[in-house]
């Protein structure tokens, strides 16, 4: 059974950084561009950043370009986000999400699997 769990996240002040982590299972992980993206209370999921499945190519919302960087590693089926920087605006819960090796997609429903989430808090 193909699992994704999600880890790191926490309470922090502004400008503080935080480093998620996303272990998967049951599928081949090198097969699969990884995406990481994001919900706050009564908002729709967003995107935030997807590698690609060799790590070789990265794509960023522009609300956390130069701030937070995405991470692979194959050997251990993680995918990382390095969150520096932080603001309020970025509270909300963060999930990593598997999608079929092909161009990279910034749409959540083109995603086949999802991790449970993990709370970020930001306080000012």
């Known amino acids: 059974q193909v699992q994704l769990v999600e880890s790191g996240g926490g309470l922090v002040q502004a400008g503080d950084s935080l480093r998620l982590s996303c272990a998967a299972s049951g599928l081949t992980f090198s097969n699969y561009n990884m995406g990481w993206f994001r919900q706050g209370p009564g908002k729709e999921r967003a995107f935030v950043a997807v590698?690609?499945?060799?790590?070789?190519?990265?794509y960023y919302a522009d609300s956390v370009k130069g701030r937070f960087t995405i991470s692979r590693d194959n050997a251990k089926n993680a995918v990382y986000l390095q969150m520096n920087s932080l603001k309020p605006e970025d509270t909300a819960v963060y999930y990593c999400?598997?999608?079929?090796?092909?161009?990279?997609?910034?749409?959540?429903?083109?995603?086949?699997?999802w991790g449970q989430g993990t709370q970020v808090t930001v306080s000012s």
């Open positions: 590698i690609s499945w060799s790590g070789g190519m990265t």
């Open positions: 999400a598997a999608d079929r090796n092909g161009v990279l997609v910034r749409t959540p429903r083109r995603y086949d699997y």
